[in-house]
């Protein structure tokens, strides 16, 4: 951090010293000079005043984006900090502070402080994390974030320095397709699906794991309800995959439909179990 404070100071004070050096010139009628230092004063000066102008905007006002923090929840620490972190899922809304933008998102936490995450846009990442104080900490590559983790009954928040809530999440028993039980074919999905209802549960969910899905036969809608009814649409790939936009906390993705006994799975491709089908009418 230090480094890169030097840096915006050292490229800070070339930028002040060649507007200065351009107003001088301009001074003395020199204008080929005046145009040849005012446009880096103002390029270097420009690019630091994009870099810097949202970090000091977010410290002196907060992020619009994000909510603070309730006053009546519980800190979770100690102990209990690092055994919500051992060896368990979590599912819920994860703020990216590059788009300003919440995304539905999964992550797994290991015994030995590793863990993986995913979103509905199909980025994935990794990295570590320790307890450190009363905050947990999370590091991927070169950066570590560290949060205050609280709890609202079976609701989780992680809170930044700001007290702002930044992710959002429910812990889940999420499990993973057996890697000896092969997908259902293209054809078998086609003749089973279209003009279909599955009924089931999410194993990725947050609420509502119960859910009631109708698809249409002459056309690529699909209704979902969870309490609420979301609409959106689905394909059949040419492997068989069920390819879902728009529901089940999807933006566009293809699942493998992977038979069981008294049913079938909708599986991502990690193996992870999206949701149990258990009637189909």
């Known amino acids: 951090m230090w480094i890169g404070i030097l840096v915006l100071i050292t490229f800070g004070i070339c930028a002040v010293a060649c507007l200065f050096l351009s107003i001088r010139a301009a001074m003395q009628d020199k204008w080929h000079v005046f145009g040849a230092l005012l446009l880096p004063a103002f390029g270097i000066g420009g690019t630091i005043v994009m870099l810097v102008a949202r970090p000091i905007t977010l410290e002196l006002f907060g992020d619009s984006n994000l909510e603070d923090r309730p006053a009546d929840v519980v800190a979770v620490v100690g102990e209990d900090?690092?055994?919500?972190?051992?060896?368990?899922?979590?599912?819920?809304?994860r703020y990216d502070d590059d788009t300003q933008l919440f995304h539905w998102y999964d992550e797994s936490h290991d015994a030995d402080g590793g863990f993986s995450g995913r979103n509905d846009i199909a980025q994935t990442?990794?990295?570590g994390w320790d307890v450190v104080g009363d905050e947990v900490c999370f590091s991927q590559g070169q950066n570590t974030t560290c949060y205050g983790v609280f709890q609202d009954g079976d609701l989780f928040y992680e809170v930044n320095h700001r007290d702002e809530i930044v992710n959002r999440f429910m812990m889940m028993v999420a499990s993973e397709a057996p890697k000896e039980r092969q997908p259902l074919s293209a054809a078998v999905v086609s003749a089973i699906l279209p003009g279909r209802t599955l009924t089931g549960e999410l194993q990725?969910?947050?609420?509502?794991?119960?859910?009631s899905a109708a698809f249409a036969a002459d056309g690529d809608t699909v209704s979902?309800?969870?309490g609420d009814t979301e609409t959106g649409t689905y394909r059949i790939d040419d492997d068989g995959g069920l390819c879902l936009a728009g529901v089940?906390?999807?933006t566009d993705a293809c699942l493998a439909v992977v038979p069981r006994p008294g049913g079938f799975d909708l599986v991502r491709d990690d193996r992870r179990i999206v949701a149990t089908?258990?009637?189909l009418r």
């Open 204 to 211: 990725l969910h947050f609420g509502e794991p119960a859910y």
């Open 125 to 127: 990442w990794s990295g």
């Open 277 to 279: 089908v258990t009637s």
């Open 248 to 250: 089940f906390h999807i």
């Open 81 to 93: 900090l690092a055994a919500m972190h051992s060896d368990t899922v979590r599912f819920g809304l």
């Open 224 to 226: 979902v309800s969870r």
